[in-house]
């Protein structure tokens, strides 16, 4: 038997709010009074959100046994039969179920493994050791070239060239150069960004550091959303302990490279993931984007070049140095190479944090890396790219997602959000949550955006409650594509997406709003009523007792009826029911 | 302008601005810290503070509430003893937030933005927490709740001293 020789908590955002700190503390005690040998190491995320929290137990040898799902009631357990007694705790064991078994990490190389507090473990796993052969051996170009020649494009969403926006940038004489690291991660439903940060915050500050080198920069700035207050926090203490170490500041590593990095928390605004309007804000003033050009590469940050570069994006740079661009180059597709992280979620049965080589077919992720849909419903589509991507449906499942064909679908690769929809989702639902989104986020200086996205929200609307016209469907599509064509930046330009996709591939659901008033998939309250099945009632009543309005009584049989002249229709019957009795209806009556 | 007028905590308040002010560059760059610093400090920017970090900042107070209102982490009225962020994020939303803020809402008996009669919450819809494999999700001040239902909801509530729910 070997002994174990380190335990390791997933202590990022997700598995904190699993109750991750909590077994943490548990294990502090137990490991300090029985076992005060072993290393007790708090890590960044794996990945696996669905099993949260997560406990890893390192034998000496190397080898790693998981466990899975973990509360403060399981750590005496673990300690004394398998920290102790060398047997593992069979029911707590994660069991293969294929999440990682397609999976390339490139990004999320270290995530959930290393300590992201310590420099020390980051070097131990080649920590900047790409930053040392660039300062000693190479000259800028060359680190432009081996960048441009891995393929590497924004993973922000854009998909721009990075050698290219690098090279355009190093062309520009200035006495001051700024590299700006874009971590306003603002599409609800990714969090790519903030696992990265949280789990190998020196990764991070590696790669601006190359990128800084390769243009000439010689001040960075790390832009991140106020809102993620643990990533702050970590990436404090790294640019804290680079600058002791002098990997930060004059002269590093005895070379004539100068750096230094400053943080600056976002104040909650979408549009400020927008280069211009995110230089806006790091000068203090509101958000607003301007006209480009000049772009950023010539006029940014206080009027001087600035390359903003992506969290993730950066984040492949020490890699693809160490390992060369043909090594980067071998994964992905003709254009898109590499990888892309995403955060998979909604109703899929593993939602966590993936790292796929670009091309992989949606079908693959969903049904392999995601283990398909919970409670094995129909499958229905994926929301891609957040408020500025689109739906793809079910029936186009073997489009492999890189950037081309993604497009092609209307769709965007996006900052990494993918929602899996069943067919319990309204998509005119879905289009008009995100419309409603970047509504409340235009930041009202263009006409277009504005007013087109106030105008499309309010079309959405009403067909949502049920007053759609005929000539609604036509009207939404065409604003859209003006709302497309004139907006002055990226969110207005992106924003009609979901209405574009959605009622290209689900036009009848739209239909069926308008003409038959009635919401197929049962979510627009407007347009559903609620009924209790006589067959699956067994007449327990905890409906007639959930109910707010009395609107559940007695029928003339044996079980309950709703009175659909008091219902309010919160559902609130629905999620208390424990048989699935009751059900969504349109209104007309009919299933 | 909505802001709360409290005499009696002017002079404690101009103290504690300007100990905050000690500390940081006066520049137009430095706003949005300043700001925020504030805000955490007090809860809330108030129109004191904003007239304070005008001077101090040497922006014209319309800039500065220009900027408090447009990003949505500055509030202007004062916050209850806890803030309740509900996360809309579209994994949240398709798993039923909207029925966990309506639940809320009835609960405390306020909408969105506004702070419960006894000060004891505030409610505040946010766009995304980032924990989207817990969705549902909210925080109360910094602990988070995933996988939320009603009854969670009630029994979380209680542990932050709401009355049982009639």
Redesign the interface.
């Known amino acids: 038997m070997t002994p174990v020789c380190e335990v390791r908590v997933g202590l990022a955002t997700c598995g904190i709010a699993a109750g991750a700190q909590r077994v943490h503390s548990a294990l502090q005690g137990a490991l300090a009074e029985q076992a005060n040998d072993v290393v007790l190491k708090r890590v960044g995320c794996i990945g696996m959100c669905y099993n949260e929290p997560l406990v890893d137990v390192v034998s000496a040898d190397g080898s790693r046994t998981t466990y899975r799902h973990v509360q403060e009631e399981d750590v005496a357990r673990i300690v004394s039969e398998h920290v102790l007694g060398g047997e593992p705790v069979e029911e707590l064991l994660l069991q293969p179920d294929g999440f990682f078994d397609r999976q390339v990490r490139i990004v999320l190389e270290n995530c959930g493994l290393i300590d992201p507090q310590s420099l020390r473990e980051y070097r131990e796993h080649a920590g900047y050791e790409a930053l040392g052969e660039v300062l000693t051996q190479r000259v800028p170009k060359d680190v432009v070239d081996e960048i441009t020649a891995a393929g590497l494009r924004g993973r922000g969403g854009g998909g721009f060239p990075t050698g290219m926006k690098w090279s355009l940038a190093a062309k520009e004489l200035a006495c001051e150069k700024y590299l700006v690291c874009n971590a306003d991660e603002g599409d609800p439903g990714a969090f790519m960004d903030r696992s990265v940060l949280e789990g190998d915050p020196h990764r991070v500050i590696e790669g601006m550091m190359i990128a800084a080198y390769a243009i000439g920069a010689t001040h960075g700035v790390v832009y991140v959303r106020a809102e993620y207050p643990l990533a702050i926090a970590r990436l404090e203490k790294a640019i804290a302990d680079a600058t002791a170490a002098d990997l930060l500041g004059e002269h590093i590593l005895g070379t004539d490279f100068s750096f230094d990095v400053a943080i600056k928390a976002g104040a909650g605004a979408f549009v400020c993931g927008e280069e211009t309007a995110l230089i806006a804000s790091i000068e203090g003033r509101r958000g607003t984007p301007r006209r480009r050009p000049p772009y950023p590469s010539t006029s940014g940050l206080w009027g001087r070049p600035t390359v903003i570069n992506n969290v993730e994006t950066l984040a492949n740079v020490p890699w693809i140095i160490r390992h060369g661009a043909p090594a980067f180059a071998q994964y992905g597709t003709q254009r898109s190479k590499g990888t892309k992280v995403f955060a998979l979620a909604g109703k899929i049965k593993h939602s966590g944090l993936i790292e796929i080589p670009m091309g992989m077919p949606i079908r693959d992720i969903v049904f392999q890396i995601g283990g398909g849909i919970r409670d094995d419903k129909a499958f229905k589509a994926v929301q891609l790219g957040g408020p500025s991507g689109g739906c793809i449906p079910a029936s186009l499942a073997d489009v492999p997602v890189d950037y081309e064909s993604l497009k092609e679908t209307g769709a965007i690769v996006g900052s990494g959000g993918m929602i899996v929809l069943d067919e319990g989702t309204c998509m005119v639902d879905v289009a008009k949550y995100f419309l409603d989104f970047t509504q409340a986020e235009s930041c009202g200086k263009c006409t277009f955006c504005r007013v087109g996205t106030r105008r499309m929200l309010e079309i959405l609307t009403r067909l949502c409650d049920g007053e759609g016209e005929a000539s609604d469907l036509d009207r939404l599509v065409a604003l859209g594509n003006k709302v497309k064509t004139h907006s002055l930046c990226g969110l207005g330009k992106t924003a009609p997406n979901p209405i574009l996709t959605t009622t290209q591939y689900f036009r009848e659901e739209y239909e069926a709003h308008i003409f038959d008033k009635v919401c197929p998939a049962g979510v627009c309250k407007a347009l559903i009523a609620y009924a209790i099945d006589p067959e699956c009632c067994k007449d327990c009543k905890l409906c007639v007792k959930e109910c707010p309005v009395g609107a559940i009584a007695q029928g003339d049989g044996k079980f309950k009826v709703i009175d659909r002249s008091i219902c309010i229709k919160c559902g609130r019957c629905r999620s208390v029911c424990p048989f699935g009795a009751i059900d969504a209806i349109s209104e007309r009556g009919e299933e | 302008m909505v802001v709360a007028s409290l005499p009696h905590r002017s002079t404690e308040e101009t103290d504690a601005i300007e100990e905050i002010l000690r500390d940081c560059p006066a520049?137009?760059?430095?706003?949005?810290?300043l700001?925020?610093k504030m805000q955490q400090r007090f809860g809330y920017v108030s129109e004191t503070t904003l007239t304070r970090v005008s001077e101090y900042?040497r922006?014209p107070l319309s800039?500065i509430y220009?900027?408090a209102t447009?990003?949505?982490?500055?509030r202007l009225t004062r916050p209850g003893k806890h803030t309740i962020r509900v996360c809309?994020?579209?994994?949240c939303?398709?798993?039923g937030a909207g029925?966990i803020l309506?639940y809320l809402k009835?609960r405390l008996e306020i909408v969105e933005g506004e702070t419960t009669k006894d000060q004891l919450f505030s409610l505040e819809p946010?766009?995304?927490?980032?924990?989207?494999?817990?969705?549902p999700?909210m925080m109360i001040d910094?602990e988070?709740?995933?996988r939320l239902?009603?009854k969670a909801l009630d029994d979380i509530l209680a542990s932050y001293g709401a009355d049982a729910p009639s």
């Open positions: 520049s137009p760059a430095g706003v949005i810290p700001l925020q900042s922006v800039s220009g900027v447009f990003y949505s982490q500055f809309l994020g579209t994994a939303h398709v798993l029925e309506d009835e946010v766009r995304c927490l980032g924990c989207c494999s817990l969705a999700v910094d988070t709740y995933g239902t009603r």
